[in-house]
């Protein structure tokens, strides 16, 4: 170093001077001369002189008091070393020692605390066991107490909800009835609009077109009839019939006839009347027309004639083959008596209706008049289609109808101007339209009976 305050001399020399170390003083001592030359190397670029790579390298070494003191030091420290050392030993013979120690106690506490272990799980399985029995029972008793009440609480629901449901199912069905009832008589009243105009138009084409063909039929008969006996071989037996009683009327001095049909009569069963049950008219001297119903419901066994005033025993009951209550088909039948009826001025058969077309107007139902109307006013929910053998009339006056009662048209060209055109086949006192039985489709039924010598 360059400072005057340091008794250090500067070796100057050519070369390098090496010092040999030997022990461990040396070295201290070479260790302080490196630190002493990299402090005068850190002040001297402090002061911005050169750097030991541009001048030679100086080394100032005191000798005498530095090493001395650098030597002490080292001893000191090399003696400190020692003690430490010794320490350190002693040291790790108490921390070998100690790990000792602590490995056997842990090695004990170890096995103690794996005993207390295998008793804890013992005690922790058993505890569980027993726990989970009596959470299974109390789960089991909870679900049973909840079953319970749930099933209760699921039936007041259901039963809430069904009668809930109930009245609006009920409140539904009556207002889609009510509409569909609406739409249902509407729908009714336009068919039977259309059909009841469609029916009138064709029964008035076809009225004029038979009518145009009976006009034809007559005409020609006319001019095929000119003797009697070829005029009886184109007559049935129920016109040959209707003739003779017209004579008959005449032979006795009957020269006019009333409105009134006095062609019926009742029966009585065992003695007593049925009047109130079934009518029927007198159609032969020996044979009376009625409904088949009141024949097989009914043992009939003498009819009154005339007011009840004339009493005949039956011989023979008629009934025809293809009869049928439910549904009522044929609905018609005959009553042989055991003698002959005497005419009488308010007592005498009346005559068939022998055309296959059904009168216009005149039709008479003891003493009330009644029109023939559209089929379609006799259809129900129980009848959709009526018959050719069915017609639906109407009363124009309302009283009480009977089964077997007769259905008369007044025809003003003939003499007895009664002619039967149907039975009715049920009882009613309801005033609407109801069904009777049209005699013309069954007269060769009554004419096979009641005529069968009188065929041409």
């Given amino acids: 170093m360059r400072s005057a305050s340091y008794t250090i001399y500067k070796l100057r020399t050519a070369k390098p001077i090496w010092l040999k170390i030997e022990n461990c003083e040396k070295k201290m001592v070479f260790i302080a001369l490196i630190v002493a030359l990299l402090q005068a190397a850190s002040t001297e670029g ?12 100086s080394i100032y070494v005191d000798a005498s008091k530095e090493i001395d003191y650098f030597i002490s030091l080292a001893k000191s420290i090399d003696e400190k070393q020692r003690i430490l050392e010794e320490a350190l030993a002693r040291l790790s013979a108490e921390v070998k020692a100690t790990e000792e120690r602590w490995n056997e106690r842990l090695s004990a506490e170890v096995k ?5 272990n295998e008793r804890m799980s013992a005690v922790v399985k058993a505890t569980e066991e027993r726990w989970n029995e009596s959470v299974s029972a109390e789960v089991k008793a909870t679900e049973e107490r909840w079953n319970e009440r749930m099933s209760v609480v699921v039936k007041a629901t259901e039963e809430r909800w069904n009668e809930s449901v109930s009245a609006e199912v009920k409140a539904t069905e009556e207002r889609w009835n009510e509409r569909m009832s609406a739409v249902v008589k509407a729908t009714e009243e336009r068919w039977n609009e259309r059909l009841s105009a469609e029916v009138k138009a064709t029964e008035e084409r076809w009225t004029e077109k038979m009518s145009i063909l009976e006009n034809k039929f007559k005409n020609l008969s006319n001019q095929l009839t000119k003797s009697p006996d070829i005029a009886t071989l184109h007559k049935r037996p129920a016109e040959l019939a209707c003739e003779k009683i017209t004579s008959k009327l005449q032979s006795i001095g009957v020269t006019s ?11 009585t069963e065992g003695g007593f009347k049925l009047w109130e049950l079934c009518y029927f008219a007198l159609i032969d001297t020996r044979f009376v ?6 024949l097989s419901s009914h043992n009939v066994t003498t009819l009154e004639l005339n007011l009840y005033i004339v009493l005949k025993k039956v011989k023979a009951i008629h009934i025809h083959p293809e009869f049928s209550i439910n549904p009522a088909l044929n609905n018609i039948g005959l009553i042989e008596m055991n003698s002959e009826v005497e005419y009488t001025f308010d007592l005498y058969p009346a005559c068939m209706y022998t055309s296959a077309f059904n009168p216009k107007s005149g039709l008479m139902e003891r003493g009330t ?3 023939i109307v559209a089929d379609s006013e006799c259809l129900n929910k129980h009848t959709t289609q009526l018959l050719p053998n069915q017609m639906c009339v109407k009363s124009l006056t309302h009283n009480c109808r009977q089964k077997g009662e ?25 005033d609407e339209p109801y069904v009777i039985t049209n005699v013309f489709a069954y007269l060769d039924f009554i004419e096979s009976i009641v005529w069968p010598k009188k065929e041409n």
């Fill in 46 to 57: 402090s002061n911005q002189e050169p750097s030991l790579d541009d001048v030679p390298l």
């Fill in 112 to 116: 103690e605390t794996q005993r207390l």
């Fill in 257 to 267: 006839i009333t409105d009134v049909a006095v062609h019926l009569g009742a029966f």
């Fill in 289 to 294: 027309l009625t409904a088949a119903d009141c």
């Fill in 369 to 371: 008049k009644v029109q």
């Fill in 406 to 430: 007769p259905i008369f048209v007044l025809n003003e060209e003939t003499f007895s101007k009664h002619q039967l055109v149907g039975i009715i086949g049920k009882r009613s006192c309801i």
